[in-house]
């Protein structure tokens, strides 16, 4: 079975310079958890959830179990009202960010005319969850993890 056959035409894409709050949105609304950035008819990233997920990771927590003083005790009220003004202040800011500035720039691509096994392939050598599919230099879908799943079970039938 060739990717044509399983592939999603109406793509959902974003612009390198929609902010991330937008993406977000899009993501949600449209119940997807990735899509290409496209610029001037050409892919030149993909953004996803776990894209997202990554400014809020923090190496610097080591998630070791902290014991305040008894006089850490009474600062900790105060601490805590000016790392929630902090935490919605960068929160805000960080929704303004274009999506330029996380979006993965390595994007694979597949042909429509290709098979699900090499999409497969792909998908599980790359470590990504959808492959945009590209024809004559153009988005012309998608094909994502689940859509090989479907199109695997049904030419079983």
């Not at 960010?97 to 691509?109: A, F, G, L, S």
Request: hydrophobic residues 35%.
């Amino acid at each position: 079975m060739k990717i044509k056959d399983v592939m999603n035409k109406s793509v959902i894409t974003c612009s390198p310079d929609d902010s991330l709050g937008e993406v977000a949105r899009l993501l949600r609304e449209n119940n997807i958890s990735g899509m290409p950035v496209v610029e001037e008819e050409n892919i030149v990233g993909m953004v996803s959830e776990g894209d997202l997920l990554k400014l809020f990771y923090s190496p610097e927590s080591s998630g070791e179990l902290w014991l305040p003083s008894p006089l850490e005790i009474i600062e900790i009220p105060i601490r805590s009202i000016m790392r929630l003004e902090e935490t919605k202040k960068a929160l805000a800011d960080m929704t303004q960010k274009p999506v330029r500035d996380i979006m993965e720039k390595n994007v694979h691509t597949i042909s429509p005319e290709d098979t699900l096994e090499e999409a497969s392939g792909r998908i599980t050598r790359y470590r990504v969850n959808r492959l945009p599919v590209v024809e004559n230099g153009k988005l012309v879908g998608i094909v994502a993890r689940s859509d090989i799943i479907k199109g695997l079970s049904t030419s079983q039938e």
